[in-house]
């Protein structure tokens, strides 16, 4: 079985200043990672995935994470961060055969003008 | 064009009601999901379907009961309605089964009073 585990529930950041948004992940294959992005009253959107090629992907709105095997973790960067980038976000995990996408318990992030 | 559409997007009702969401996709996927988020904002997969051929179908009470009447459809119908039922039900769809990125609409939000 897969698990994910977000390791902030809230983070607060300047605007301008760097993003840092934590995710291990726990499976017993190699899993496929995903980060998607909610904004109020919005539904999911995909930021960026990991299918086993490169180890640092690139998303949208220049986020970033790279997939890290020995440390079992898939962290979300961002240089600067923007008024916009303020929303919920969640650290994902593959299933395997019929089993769904495993999701984070979600990080909220707020950015302080 | 709304790829996921959901109706309704607000929904409040007295407990033992009947309510359906209904749900549509206009990408042409095979695979529709419901997810339900709770007020933790906690995503935790309902149902899937591929082709109208339910896969997925996690311990969800026997009142809820998803209908796919053809690949762009899926609704969900809920009997019963008791007050742990609120929460935002998510509406998705992908085209690469279990692993690819997954469409989300914009939420149904019941609340049961």
């Known amino acids: 079985a897969q698990s994910v585990t977000q390791l902030d529930s809230h983070v607060s950041v300047s605007e301008g200043t760097p993003v840092l948004l934590r995710c291990n992940y726990s499976?017993?294959?190699?899993?496929?990672l995903f980060w998607y992005v909610q904004h109020p009253n919005k539904g999911l959107q995909l930021l960026l995935k990991?299918?086993?090629?490169?180890?640092l992907v690139k998303g949208i709105n220049g986020f970033e994470a790279e997939f890290k095997k020995s440390e079992t973790s898939f962290h979300l960067t961002k240089p600067s961060a923007h008024m916009s980038d303020a929303a919920e976000y969640f650290c994902?995990?593959?299933?395997?055969?019929?089993?769904?996408?495993?999701f984070g318990s979600g990080t909220r992030l707020q950015v302080q003008p | 064009d709304t790829a996921v559409s959901q109706t309704p997007k607000y929904l409040v009702t007295q407990m033992g009601n009947d309510k359906s969401i209904k749900c549509e996709q206009n990408?042409?996927?095979?695979?529709m999901y419901w997810y339900k988020q709770d007020s933790k904002k906690f995503l935790k997969i309902m149902f899937s379907?591929?082709?109208?051929?339910?896969?997925i179908n996690e311990t969800v009470p026997n009142r809820f009961s998803p209908k796919s009447p053809d690949k762009a459809h899926l609704n969900l119908h809920i009997n019963s309605l008791e007050l742990g039922d609120s929460a935002v039900y998510f509406c998705?769809?992908?085209?690469?089964?279990?692993?690819?990125?997954?469409?989300f609409g914009e939420g149904s939000r019941l609340t049961v009073l």
């Open positions: 990408l042409g996927h095979d695979t």
């Open positions: 499976s017993s294959y190699s899993p496929s």
């Open positions: 998705a769809s992908s085209q690469e089964g279990y692993t690819g990125e997954l469409f």
């Open positions: 379907y591929n082709n109208k051929e339910l896969i």
């Open positions: 990991y299918t086993s090629a490169a180890t």
């Open positions: 994902v995990v593959s299933g395997t055969g019929r089993r769904a996408l495993t």
